[in-house]
């Protein structure tokens, strides 16, 4: 974290626009240090310096999507960032198993260190259903208790392609339970509970809010969906239309183009094959939560990378979201790309985002 880095977190809250757009809240944030447009964050042009470089030494193809085996072990093997715990080491944390319908449940259960009754965030890591750990989003969770003065449980569900879908979906739901029926025990105030997690941790939460919708069992009070994966597929919906065009480039062009494109899977996308391994359709709304009914759910917050090729079914997603009736925001951070929040302490949008989570989440809430 070098010195600058408080006064750009701040400039993040004060420069930011907001519209109203399509019948949702849009706030853009600008790069923090720059009056530039269309053109990547220094800190993000950087890292991808550095990662394209380190791409070359090993052959330009670490990720061999032929090869299903080598694409997991890849995966596996780079994902995450090193990140920093920007919270100062205050934020309590508890190792807990959760007995869930078909599993052991592992949990973190992340605290402010002053006892209290208070809401709680239930939040599901990214990976493409294959990869990721609560490991990599500790210290986001950390920074996310503080910012929201609320109990964080980082739920390490099980992975494709060893556990195919819905395996991951039932040890989320089932976390999601536990923690709404073991409120007193974990001192969570009755009907503050939300769901949050980032790309496919944010497809995750989006069919638990869905799943719970649908039960009835009103557990969910607030989602917040960090470039989530909504239709991972890509199958035609109303309304969105994927293009280049959807990006303002006006610099950094070659690798803005790679690291969206990049995203992009022509023909049948292998992560979506490993995790469903036939045993749903792709268009199954607790797979792609776009092609669902939406009416009903919680008040929700989804945060975009402005490179990120997830960005228009995000877009697309809140349209429609708010078509339903449904309370919704959506935060674009210029400059970035996907998986932002993965570089806490490096990023200053990465600990802006669970700010504006918490602001969010709270001021749903009356808290």
Request: some cysteine.
């Amino acid at each position: 974290m070098d010195n600058n880095y408080p006064r750009l977190l701040n400039a993040l809250q004060e420069q930011m626009r907001q519209e109203e757009r399509d019948g949702y809240s849009f706030i853009v944030k600008p790069i923090p240090d720059s009056q530039a447009e269309g053109e990547l964050d220094p800190r993000v042009y950087k890292v991808n310096l550095e990662t394209m470089a380190k791409f070359k030494e090993m052959g330009d193809a670490p990720f061999a999507v032929d090869d299903t085996d080598a694409l997991v072990q890849a995966m596996r093997q780079f994902f995450g960032w090193q990140n920093d715990d920007v919270t100062g080491g205050i934020i309590l944390t508890e190792h807990r198993t959760v007995e869930g319908s078909e599993a052991q449940i592992p949990v973190r259960i992340y605290r402010p260190p002053v006892e209290g009754v208070r809401s709680a965030v239930v939040f599901f890591h990214g990976g493409g259903f294959a990869a990721g750990s609560v490991d990599v989003v500790e210290n986001p969770c950390k920074c996310l208790a503080m910012h929201a003065d609320a109990v964080v449980i980082s739920v390490d569900y099980r992975l494709a392609p060893e556990h195919p879908y819905p395996a991951g979906v039932t040890d989320c739901y089932d976390v999601v339970r536990w923690a709404a029926e073991h409120a007193e025990e974990l001192g969570i105030a009755p009907g503050q509970l939300a769901v949050a997690g980032d790309s496919a941790g944010g497809n995750l939460a989006a069919v638990c809010a869905l799943m719970d919708r649908d039960a009835g069992s009103g557990m969910i009070a607030f989602q917040a969906l960090l470039y989530p994966s909504v239709n991972m597929g890509l199958l035609p919906v109303e309304d969105m239309s994927w293009s280049l065009d959807a990006y303002d480039i006006r610099n950094h062009e070659e690798m803005i183009r790679g690291m969206v494109q990049g995203m992009r899977s022509e023909g049948d996308n292998p992560l979506l094959k490993l995790y469903l391994q036939g045993r749903a359709e792709p268009s199954d709304p607790y797979v792609a939560p776009l092609l669902g009914e939406l009416q009903g759910l919680p008040e929700t917050l989804i945060i975009t990378a402005q490179y990120d090729f997830l960005k228009v079914e995000n877009e697309a997603y809140a349209r429609k979201l708010a078509r339903s009736g449904v309370p919704t925001t959506l935060i674009q951070y210029n400059g970035t790309d996907h998986a932002f929040m993965d570089k806490s302490g490096l990023y200053p949008q990465a600990e802006d985002c669970m700010l504006e989570i918490a602001k969010r989440f709270r001021a749903s809430l009356g808290t």
